[in-house]
């Protein structure tokens, strides 16, 4: 059984045609990557996943069930965690608050929760959270700076947070989009680390990047998209050498240069 399935999944904005009868599959354990020109429909994929967009024709299956029509939070819930291409943070509140944000989703915890803080049950399981959420951070190597103010950690760090934000609902998938933009070559090592880490410790990884260095070190198989349609998909070797991948990124030299 493959954790995740994509069965013919096209989705129309208008008249664009933004992910086109795609075929896909994510085993349990594994590191794909999703790569492909800007606009390929990489990201859109990702929102098909997670709810914020359904299916226009075909199918999303997570561990065999159908979850096309799903919202957001029940997906979060099923066990699929995300990271956006853009930073999507809470600036004004804490690095440990972001986490804990996330681990709610999962948790008994609540709004009503929240009303009844005096009840010891509650505060047990708050206290079960952050100490989670500091599990989380350290992840990401984050637990020091779990006081500051979100806003004021570097860009990379933020980065790093989101992904913290993510492990905090326990997913079984974690879809991470565009991770390393924006890092520095030190970062982007760190980060590689990071991931590998978070795939040993029992969470499949489904990665969207550009940079070609980090998706041919880190993946074990891509897949590669251009204009929503899936031209390509095998391990890195075979994908650095495939004409058609090659073609698409043409007078990019992003494949070549990796
Ligand atoms: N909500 C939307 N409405 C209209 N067009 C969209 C929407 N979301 C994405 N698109 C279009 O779908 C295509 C794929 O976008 P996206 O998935 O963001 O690409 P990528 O992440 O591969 O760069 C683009 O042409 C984009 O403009
Ligand atoms: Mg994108």
């Not at 933020?158 to 993510?166: D, F, M, S, T, V």
């Not at 998938?173 to 520095?184: C, Y």
């Not at 090592?189 to 990884?205: E, F, N, P, Q, Y």
């Amino acid at each position: 059984m493959s954790l995740l399935k994509l069965d013919n999944v096209t989705i129309r904005f208008g008249g664009l045609i933004a992910v086109d009868k795609v075929n896909l599959t994510v085993e349990q354990g594994e590191i794909l990557s999703l790569i492909g020109p800007n606009g390929a429909g990489k990201s859109t994929i990702f929102n098909l996943i997670t709810g914020i967009y359904s299916p226009t024709e075909g199918n999303i299956y997570f561990e065999d069930r159908s979850i096309g029509s799903k919202k957001p939070y029940h997906l979060a819930a099923a066990g699929i965690a995300r990271t956006f291409q853009t930073i999507h943070l809470f600036n004004n509140l804490t690095v440990l608050d972001n986490v804990l944000i996330g681990a709610h989703t999962r948790g008994k915890w609540n709004v009503t929760g929240a009303l009844l803080k005096f009840t010891p049950w509650v505060r047990g399981e708050e206290r079960e959270l952050t100490e989670w959420a500091y599990d989380c951070l350290e992840r990401v190597n984050l637990a020091d700076k779990a006081d500051e103010l979100a806003m004021n950690l570097s860009y990379g760090a933020q980065r790093r947070l989101e992904i913290a934000r993510g492990l905090a609902v326990r997913p079984k998938l974690l879809l991470l989009d565009e991770p390393a933009a924006g890092m520095n070559p030190q970062e982007k090592a760190t980060l590689l680390k990071m991931v590998k880490a978070i795939r040993d410790s029992g969470v499949t990884i489904f990665l969207v990047e550009h940079d070609m260095k980090f998706v041919m070190s880190i993946s074990e198989r891509i897949s590669v998209l251009d204009y929503g349609v899936k031209i390509a998909e095998g391990p890195p070797e075979a994908i650095r050498s495939n004409p058609k991948v090659i073609e698409a990124y043409l007078g990019k030299g992003a494949v070549n240069s990796a």
